[in-house]
């Protein structure tokens, strides 16, 4: 009997846990290393800021098979997603197979990774050595977060955090305490509307004014405006195919130009832009800039009343009861809280390993979001963070499942990284400073979703009613079955061969 072979899966937050459960459908064996003592990644109660709140609503934010309750709210919280997560691994037997409180301190190619892969994990101080035939990195980019250095620090007299740090304790102190937020991001408007609950001085340091969309805009709920192919297609993508052709051509860019120019208006209006001195100065377009954030509550209307300061400008250094910005305006804080997103890290490969899949600039070379060209039977999961994380977390999973069988079509590495090369050249052009270090997806999910399934030979069009498909909310559940649809591939491959072969005969 054929041992089955074993993939080694670094993390267990939603690309993790989903690429857990798709290798154990397609017949391998999983061992999962997550470092935390819980599973859920930046959703874990070690991540998670008080009453933090996904961005997606809850029909949308699901893995394909696995619906989150009806009961959970339209926007499900921190806890709640969770709570999906440790339900969805118990459901598909996942949780055995993970080692919690182990840290992968060392992944090293077995031949090149022609061989398999030697894993140096550690827990509990105890060291162990692990031979997997595959590797899928699931840490996510989500995993390091970014707190600037800023000089001066070892000066100043109050509490410096990251927002993943940021806990009700906080919260509880500020209360009686002067609050500095730094950044634009969907979680420096959260803290600052819950500090603004209870603290009468806090202030929002930001570089850039960004858009934002209203999870209710003019009565509709926000994912009945962009979460579907539709509302994808008002931004052009670098191949135009099919409708998106005359929606960016000379006949149909004047309409929808006017569409995301008319949706800027009233965004601006319903949120008081001008009143506060938010409003960007790009157009409205822009949101469309490797993420689309939702209005947290409250903080426009904050922002506009001046119950929440605003200064635009950077931190240049901190002193003993506070910060001073570049302009040298010097404000007051006993807590800063840098809410500055996240680096993306992959501190277990060696410098010489982590040059064959990063460039220079630090930017992921991986073919499709998910494939290094350069070294084999390793793959990533999570790399293509998108407006449907779970789902397209699901996609890629089977798509290294397929690659790790043999069964994918995969270009020649020439042709790969020309491909990456010519992608990331665009991405760069379309959002300069926001690019995630290439692994940049958000607004183009369904572009991207589409490649990988045209990629596995699978059909993009998954239901009888293609107008209803492009207009109504993004519905995970019609891309449910995809194992049993690839198996079905395969034979149907299989037997094509083997007809030609005896013709040959």
């Not at 459908?25 to 009453?51: C, D, I």
């Not at 509550?297 to 400008?313: M, P, V």
């Not at 930017?363 to 499709?368: D, E, G, I, K």
Request: neutral net charge; glycine residues 8%; contains cysteine.
């Amino acid at each position: 009997m054929k041992t089955k072979q074993t993939v080694g899966i670094i993390g267990a937050g939603v690309s993790g846990l989903v690429t857990a459960k798709t290798m154990r459908e397609h017949g391998f064996s999983v061992v999962v290393f997550e470092r935390e003592q819980e599973l859920g990644g930046v959703w874990a109660s070690t991540k998670r800021y008080p009453n933090v709140t996904t961005q997606n609503t809850r029909d949308t934010y699901t893995f394909s098979d696995f619906p989150m309750p009806a009961h959970y709210p339209e926007w499900p919280t921190g806890e709640q997603v969770q709570e999906y997560l440790t339900n969805y691994a118990r459901q598909f037997g996942i949780l055995p197979g993970i080692r919690f409180g182990t840290t992968v301190e060392r992944a090293e190619p077995i031949e090149n990774g022609t061989e398999g892969w030697l894993l140096q994990t550690r827990q509990h101080d105890e060291i162990t050595e692990v031979l997997v035939d595959f590797l899928v990195v699931c840490n996510g980019v989500f995993n390091e977060p970014n707190k600037p250095k800023v000089p001066g620090r070892e000066l100043f007299q109050g509490t410096v955090l990251h927002s993943t740090e940021f806990r009700q304790h906080h919260l509880d102190a500020a209360r009686h305490q002067r609050v500095a937020v730094v950044g634009f991001a969907k979680s420096a408007h959260d803290i600052l509307s819950q500090v603004s609950n209870v603290s009468e001085n806090c202030v929002c340091i930001y570089r850039e004014a960004k858009w934002k969309m209203p999870r209710i805009f003019q009565g509709l709920n926000f994912k009945y405006l962009l979460l579907h192919r539709f509302g994808e297609s008002l931004f052009p993508y670098r191949h135009l195919l099919g409708i998106h052709k005359f929606l960016h051509g000379p006949l149909g860019k004047p309409v929808t130009g006017l569409l995301t120019k008319g949706l800027g208006k009233l965004v601006a209006a319903q949120l008081k832009l001008r009143q506060s001195g938010l409003l960007p100065d790009k157009p409205f377009d822009s949101i469309a800039n490797c993420s689309i954030g939702l209005t947290s509550d409250h903080f426009y209307e904050r922002a506009a009343s001046g119950d929440i300061r605003l200064e635009k400008g950077e931190i240049a250094h901190f002193v003993s009861d506070g910060v001073v910005l570049h302009s040298g305006k010097k404000i007051e804080a006993d807590q800063v809280i840098f809410a500055t997103g996240f680096r993306q890290t992959v501190p277990f490969f060696s410098e010489e390993l982590t040059r064959q899949i990063r460039n220079q600039k630090g930017w992921f070379q991986l073919y499709r979001n998910v494939l290094p060209t350069d070294v084999p039977n390793l793959a990533f999961v999570g790399y293509n963070p998108s407006l449907f994380t779970p789902f397209t977390s699901e996609l890629a999973a089977h798509y290294s499942a397929q690659y790790f069988k043999g069964q994918l079509n995969l270009p020649n590495p020439v042709a790969m990284k020309t491909e990456i090369a010519l992608h990331q050249e665009w991405l760069m052009q379309r959002a300069p400073r926001s690019n995630a270090s290439g692994t940049c997806i958000i607004p183009f999910s369904f572009h991207h979703a589409d490649e990988l399934m045209r990629d596995m030979g699978l059909k993009t069009r998954r239901t009888r009613n293609p107008i209803k498909e492009f207009m109504a909310p993004f519905n995970p559940a019609i891309y449910q079955g995809l194992t049993d649809e690839l198996r079905a591939l395969n034979k149907t491959e299989m037997g094509a061969e083997k007809s030609l072969v005896l013709e040959e005969i």
